[in-house]
T-cell receptor, first 113, second 114 residues
Framework: KNQVEQSPQSLIILEGKNCTLQ??????????LRWYKQDTGRGPVSLTIMTFSENTKSNGRYTATLDADTKQSSLHITASQLSDSASYICVVSASAAGNKLTFGGGTRVLVKP | DAEITQSPRHKITETGRQVTLACHQTWNHNNMFWYRQDLGHGLRLIHYSYGVQDTNKGEVSDGYSVSRSNTEDLPLTLESAASSQTSVYFCASSEEDSYTDTQYFGPGTRLTVL
């Protein structure tokens, strides 16, 4: 069964600090991996998308990495801001299964001043 | 600006009633999707459509139906609402194949079935 596991489930960081979120997946075959940001009461918004051949991608202060061999990804937030408080969702797409996106349960990040 | 909207944003209904949630997008995307989001679960796919008159079942489609009569709209119907269908529902759209193209999500509808 395709699964996406994220850790930690939640974390609290101080404004200005960095943090790293983890994503492990067992989706096979693999097409691409995406990170979404979901603010409270809103729909998810795409941050990055990486295919098999990409091992890092940045979007402003967000940097995602992908190790397709170990089936792991991370999302690094640099110099966190209060507006980074949100849930971050890792989503993996299987290439041969129709419209099959497997969503992780998300990591809830709270940035405190 | 192009957008995707959902209505209503909040809905309370009773067990056994039929409920329809609306989704409207102005991106002119062919692909549209309905998901539900529950605590302890990631987003789960209910139904999806690749174009007008095309509909497909997702992993949690029991008790739900959709129809696609035009490009802009994909309404989700709960035939006979059950308490297990209390959830937050998200509609999304994408331009092409979802493997490489980003899905754009609506703001969600919070549905409570009493």
């Amino acid at each position: 069964k395709n699964q996406v596991e994220q850790s930690p489930q939640s974390l609290i960081i101080l404004e200005g600090k960095n943090c790293t979120l983890q994503c492990n997946y067992t989706v096979s075959p693999f097409s691409n991996l995406r990170w979404y940001k979901q603010d409270t009461g809103r729909g998810p918004v795409s941050l990055t998308i990486m295919t098999f051949s990409e091992n890092t991608k940045s979007n402003g202060r967000y940097t995602a990495t992908l190790d397709a061999d170990t089936k792991q990804s991370s999302l690094h937030i640099t110099a966190s801001q209060l507006s980074d408080s949100a849930s971050y969702i890792c989503v993996v797409s299987a290439s041969a299964a129709g419209n099959k996106l497997t969503f992780g349960g998300g990591t809830r990040v709270l940035v405190k001043p | 600006d192009a957008e995707i909207t959902q209505s209503p944003r909040h809905k309370i209904t009773e067990t056994g009633r039929q409920v329809t949630l609306a989704c409207h997008q102005t991106w002119n995307h062919n692909n549209m999707f309905w998901y539900r989001q529950d605590l302890g679960h990631g987003l789960r796919l209910i139904h999806y459509s690749y174009g007008v008159q095309d509909t497909n079942k997702g992993e949690v489609s029991d008790g739900y139906s959709v129809s696609r009569s035009n490009t802009e709209d994909l309404p989700l119907t709960l035939e006979s609402a059950a308490s297990s269908q209390t959830s937050v529902y998200f509609c999304a759209s994408s331009e092409e194949d979802s493997y490489t193209d980003t899905q754009y999500f609506g703001p969600g509808t919070r549905l409570t079935v009493l």
